[in-house]
């Protein structure tokens, strides 16, 4: 069932963007964790909309209500439901689309498989709203892989072709403490300046995120099936408008020779085995190998955009145009980056709390 994920975290997500409400129930996590809901708020808040000129005019406070699996302060380690409700919807901005399907959404597929008995109103269940529960599920797995020293972060990698640097120079402000979650404030200007340079031609542009998961132990995963890329990829394409996923230098692996793309592995302090380089991202055989776990995610352009595109009328059965009214981010990257962070937190930690090899 394509709303459900996990062997060991189990996630439901449901909703539609313009129904009562949309959430999530995670099963599985450990009972009697502390969870600092100041923290999982401050994450999620990073999910909403932006107060860019370009972002979108949506405002949503996006507060989960927990509705069970949480008593005084702790998980119960039973199902934890929780619910947001939509208060700021505005259909009437999506009257058209029943007759004329957005180039690029899920108009048309979603209407033939759901054989027109779904709510399409701001996309329904494909709206990019359904990853605000998806946040926060993830926003608790990050605090229980915190307690075993599990950092995961991210940032945006590349926007409309201009990239972020690697690294963040030492003492730097961390990306997700920023409201534009660059290592290279300078680079997040140009960005910055090329939404809004498409916002204003009533375009949109795309761009990739990179996350990383520092401290996650060597030896979990499974080879084939269940290996970590199998997982993270599974999960990560199911954030939408997610086009592609890599691992480590990813594509650029296959131009190199194999003697410039091992990661010889090297003694550490502590007797450890580790890598002189890595390329893998942290990844061998589709276990953990100890190294930082790298995955970069690319975002397409938003497809809703105020430009006039080609389309079809479904109720004359002809072609037609389409200008896409609405409120919509010129570019879900930036918005898409505590997403991502917490896609990865579900997936390692449904991998931890699996069976370890070796
Ligand atoms: C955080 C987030 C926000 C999004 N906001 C929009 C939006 O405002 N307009 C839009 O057309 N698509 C938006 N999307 C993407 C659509 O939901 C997605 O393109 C659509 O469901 C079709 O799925 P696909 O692109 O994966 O094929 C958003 C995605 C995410 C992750």
Same mark, same amino acid.
């Given at each position: 069932m394509s709303s459900m994920w996990g062997d060991n975290i189990k996630i439901s997500l449901f909703g539609e963007s313009h129904g009562q409400g949309i959430g999530v129930v995670v099963d599985g996590l450990p009972p009697g964790f502390e969870l600092d809901m100041k923290k999982i708020a401050a994450h999620t808040k990073r999910r909403a909309p932006g &107060?860019?000129?370009?972002?979108?005019?949506?405002?949503?406070?996006d507060e989960p209500e927990i509705?069970?699996?949480?008593?005084n302060g702790k998980t119960c380690g039973t199902p934890l439901a929780a619910v947001i409700r939509n208060t700021d919807t505005r259909s009437i901005d999506y009257a058209?689309?029943?007759a004329k399907p957005r180039p690029g959404h899920a108009d048309i597929t979603g209407r033939i498989r759901y054989k027109g008995a779904n &709510?399409?109103?701001?996309?329904?269940?494909?709206?990019?709203?359904?990853?605000a529960p998806l946040t926060f599920a993830g926003a608790i797995c990050m605090q229980i892989l915190e307690s075993s020293g599990i950092e995961i972060s991210a940032h945006i990698c590349e926007i409309a072709g201009i990239t972020d640097s690697g690294a963040p120079t030492p003492g730097a402000t961390p990306p997700s403490k920023k409201t534009f979650p660059v290592y290279d404030d300078e680079r997040g200007v140009l960005m910055q300046k090329a939404i809004e340079e498409a916002f204003f031609k009533t375009d949109s542009v795309g761009g990739v995120v990179e996350a990383f998961a520092h401290g996650f132990p060597a030896g979990y995963g499974d080879p084939f099936f269940g290996s970590i890329e199998s997982r993270v990829a599974s999960m990560f394409f199911s954030i939408p408008a997610v086009k592609g996923v890599e691992f480590g230098i990813g594509f650029e692996a296959s131009r190199h020779r194999g003697s410039e793309n091992n990661d010889s592995p090297v003694m550490a302090e502590g007797n450890v085995v580790s890598r002189k380089t890595n390329n893998a991202g942290g990844i061998e055989g589709g276990i953990s190998n100890g190294m930082p776990i790298v995955v970069r995610c690319a975002f397409k352009p938003?497809?809703?955009?105020?430009a006039e595109q080609d389309t079809v009328n479904l109720n004359t059965m002809t072609n037609d145009k389409l200008s896409v009214r609405g409120r919509h981010d010129p570019c879900i990257v930036p918005r898409a980056v505590p997403v991502v962070e917490s896609a990865l937190a579900i997936v390692l930690l449904d991998v931890l709390m699996g069976p370890r090899l070796g």
């Open positions: &107060d860019f000129a370009w972002s979108t005019r949506r405002k949503e406070a509705l069970s699996g949480f008593f058209d689309l029943t &709510d399409p109103r701001g996309g329904g269940h494909f709206s990019g709203r359904i990853t938003t497809s809703s955009i105020a």
